[in-house]
């Protein structure tokens, strides 16, 4: 059986207010007249939390319309994704109820699907108006991708070493608590310092971070346990390892994304990352197409490869990908920037139901993009665990 990933407060807090500060700090960009759209207040606290069902749904495919965005550029080519000869069929008993694909979408609020095996697509499905050609929001799941870009940036010679303390490559915070601080910690999730990402407190440490830059908020913050022993969610240390990367690449996020794995790798559309004073958010809100998701699950599944050449640091992969820390919740463990399964499977998790499901020993990808009626869903979580089991079990049989 799958652990259930019991996040309470902390995942449910990961993108809502980098919604908020884009709104407060960037200004709302520029949205089509769409009535379908849901409502965006310039300048005050979102109403995102209290969009309905149906705006939720409007929402996450249009985030790009709504909040200040800019671009991941795509390539030239595309990276194919055949389709298998036959369709994966995945039926199980849950709740004293028989469960098929559609109605664990429609359980689950699940507007996106697709599964992989082996590199082809054995499931591909699509509800509540959102269709392969639109893209929907990523949430945390970005984390992931961020980690990604700091083992190119490693592999690249822009770090040095994992090991390096924060402020070499983020000078402007030597004389802090970040003194004591290095990459791999940012990493893990266990810097130490002092943070509450209550989404619910607009007093929170998380609501007040994006009324400013990603690095002045941080300056001061005490530490509470020494680096490396604690895990403790926190955005604000992502958006910390985006600012190192654009720092010692001298690029943005998007353009070092781009450049690295969106053009070479062949994703088939631009994916548009969110900004907060015009610099991407590392631990939030990439939008892409369902396909472009699981191309960079298959990218991640096969080694981080293109044609051959890695794209990270020797032994980054394997690294990032494995338990480095117990989160407390279960056996559900945590690396660098991915959750880890105790059997080998790992997953990038974003509120209100985004995923990357990785499960290398059976050649497996499964993603999903969904619409929770709350951003923290424990239900959510026992039907997607239920689902993965289900399509693992039925993998298994065609073996």
Sequence with gaps: MLPIPHFGRAVRRVCLASLAGAMLAGGVA????????????????????????????????????????????????????????????VRYEQFGQTMDVARYME??????????????????????????????????????????????????GYIKSIDDPVTRYIPQMKGGSYDRVSIRHLMMMASGIR???????????????????FIAPMMDRPQDHAAGTHFLYN?????????????????????????????????????AWLTVHGKETGGACISMRLRDYARFGEF???????DGKPVVADGWLGQATKRQIDTGWGDVG????????????????????Q????????????????????????????LENAFLAAVQKSVDGMR
Excluded: C
């Design 107 to 156: 359980k689950n609020h699940v507007s996106g699907l697709m599964v992989l095996h082996d590199g082809k697509v054995v499931l591909e499905r699509y509800r509540a108006g959102f269709s392969a050609d639109q893209r929907w929001t990523s949430f945390s799941v970005a984390k992931s991708v961020t980690s990604t870009l700091v083992g190119a940036a490693i592999r690249d």
């Design 300 to 306: 991640i599944r096969n080694g981080a490869m293109i």
């Design 30 to 89: 520029a949205v089509a007249q769409d009535a379908d759209l849901p409502p965006v207040r310039g300048g005050s606290v979102p109403d995102f939390l209290l969009w309905t069902q149906p705006q939720r749904e409007v929402g996450f495919r249009n985030m790009d319309r709504l909040f200040p965005t800019v671009p991941v550029k795509r390539g030239v080519s595309i990276h194919p994704l055949p389709k298998a000869d036959k369709e994966l069929a």
């Design 235 to 271: 955005t604000a240390d992502t958006n910390l390892l985006g600012t190192l990367v654009m720092q010692a690449t001298g690029k943005s996020l998007s353009a070092y994304l781009s450049e690295k794995i969106w053009a070479p790798y062949g994703m088939e559309q631009d994916a």
């Design 355 to 382: 995923l990357i499901y990785v499960d290398p020993s059976r050649k497996l990808v499964v993603v999903g993009v969904a619409a929770w009626e709350h951003a923290d869903r424990q239900e959510g979580y026992v």
């Design 334 to 353: 945590y690396g660098y920037q991915w959750w880890i399964n105790s059997d080998g499977a790992y997953r990038a998790l974003g509120v209100f139901g």
């Design 195 to 213: 943070w509450d990402e209550n989404v619910e407190d607009f007093q929170s440490d998380y609501m007040r971070l994006f009324h400013d830059d």
